[in-house]
């Protein structure tokens, strides 16, 4: 009896959602011990080097263990949870008369079904878990904001072993929010089972969250019932009292992104060249374009222009598309450009790619520029759309900086900074006049992109924005 159940006991290991990544962060889990699962249900989100995902368990059946709490690091191809494939009395409806151990293996393998991520059979290795740092404080004492920077994680929520186990597994329908309000929610220590959606369909949204918080927050005591003879105000509570330090563990997108800084900074041999250039002529090009019935519904921005001009550049200077390949001692030149763009996410800076920008029109290239940017914004950036870039943009100027000395995003040779656009004065046809005017700083390589190469990429890319007709001659 013993080795029909084990032998229907299937484990599910943590997967390789991206090309070479070795660990993730179980950041929650959506079941617990008892639950049933269904093929393709999302039993918990991860967050590896390079994003959040949420992960499908790949058959049917009971939730028997979760093999770690949340907030736990997990080395790839180590088993996380463990589901019961029997289904109690489902396998006996299905073949009532033959061996009760015999249907079960085929049934674990999927039926048929291939499974939705990779890294199902990788070795099993050691697992961590991060410290944490303090006590967990209710909501009702203090701010949740303020709590979860001091414990360095969200409050879990009441633990199923506090009460005897029930008779029954309960089952609540799960909230429905992207995987953003998933996350800001669990910093905040809020449980989105008791959140009022207002999104449409039901979806709660981050307002609804913080709304959530702002309910949960303790009323400031009114003066006549402290019953204790202080002499003054009555004393903040420990948590304002005590927070002279933040610790944030790093993990996750910043962890990946401070080795991945570190490893380029010292590795590649940096040289930043800058041009202050007038882009009064681009500015009201952006303006027309708006206004363009094939750019209808598209994002159009000084961006996409300056990108367009960057692409340009390199079309003229196909050299400074390229990588080191130390091992080899070779120049590897690209021939197409997977433009990189860096977004500042919740989660920290990542730099998601259009694939093959070299060969869109500037409508495609607006397309894919608008659904990056809100791909990234949603935290839903794959890991597949952070690999392979090779040259990048920063457009640091969104946070009103003029320019800056820009890190080479690891593997590539190349990336352009630009700082503000603003009215400035400027000798416009022999008169000083107020011209519209930004700072570009180009860093690259200087083991394959010389001097003069870089001077010319740079330059071109002032003169297109300069001169937005160039586009059309030099594209």
């Known amino acids: 009896m013993t080795t029909m159940t084990e032998a229907s006991v299937r484990e599910f290991k943590m997967p390789d959602v991206g090309e070479g990544l070795t660990e993730a962060e179980i950041l929650k889990w959506f079941v617990q011990p008892g639950d049933r699962v269904t093929d393709g249900q999302v039993v918990c989100e991860v967050e590896t080097a390079k994003a959040a995902v949420e992960l499908p368990i790949p058959y049917d059946g009971v939730v028997r263990d979760l093999h770690f709490p949340e907030g736990t690091t997990v080395d790839v191809g180590t088993a996380i949870i463990s589901v019961d494939v029997g289904g109690g009395s489902a396998p006996a409806a299905e073949e009532p008369a033959a061996a009760p151990a015999a249907p079960e293996e085929p049934k674990a393998e999927g039926s048929g079904r291939q499974p939705v991520l990779v890294g199902y059979g990788v070795a099993t290795s050691s697992t961590r878990r991060r410290p944490r740092k303090g006590p967990e404080v209710p909501v009702q004492q203090a701010s949740t904001a303020i709590q979860t920077e001091l414990n360095g994680h969200a409050p879990a929520p009441a633990a199923p072993a506090a009460a005897p186990a029930p008779a029954a597994p309960v089952t609540a329908e799960r909230p429905l929010a992207k995987p953003p309000v998933r996350k800001l929610a669990k910093d905040l220590g809020v449980d989105l089972a008791t959140v009022v959606p207002t999104g449409p ?144 996410t919740p989660r920290g800076l990542i730099v998601p790619n259009i694939k093959d920008a070299h060969a869109k029109t500037l409508p495609q290239l607006a397309e894919s520029l608008g659904e990056l940017v809100s791909t990234a914004r949603e935290g839903k950036t794959s890991p597949a759309a952070m690999q392979g870039g090779t040259v990048t943009i920063t457009n640091v100027g969104v946070f009103g900086v003029d320019t800056g000395t820009p890190i080479l995003n690891p593997g590539e040779s190349a990336i352009l900074a630009v700082g503000a656009i603003k009215p400035q004065p400027w000798v416009h046809k022999g008169k000083v006049k107020p011209r519209q005017v930004t700072t570009l700083a180009l860093s690259f390589d200087h083991r394959l992109v010389d001097g003069e190469l870089g001077s010319k990429v740079l330059a071109d890319v002032a003169a297109i924005l300069e001169q937005p007709k160039r586009l059309i001659t030099w594209a």
């Open 201 to 344: 369909g039901g979806i709660i949204t981050r307002e609804d969250v913080h709304a959530a918080v702002a309910a949960a927050e303790p009323k400031a005591p009114e003066p006549a019932v402290v019953p204790a003879p202080a002499p003054a105000a009555t004393p903040a509570p420990a948590s304002y009292d005590t927070a002279r330090e933040t610790r944030i563990p790093v993990k996750g997108v910043r962890k990946a992104t401070a080795a991945a800084m570190v490893g380029s900074a010292f590795t590649a041999p940096h040289v930043t060249e800058f041009v202050t250039v007038d882009v009064t002529r681009t500015m009201k090009l952006v303006e027309e374009l708006k206004e363009d019935k094939e750019f209808a519904g598209l994002r159009v921005n000084p961006l996409l222009l300056i990108a367009k001009a960057l692409l340009v550049a390199i079309r003229r200077n196909p050299d400074v598309n390229a990588s080191w390949d130390e091992a080899a001692q070779e120049i590897v030149v690209k021939h197409y450009v997977n433009l990189g763009i860096a977004a500042a």
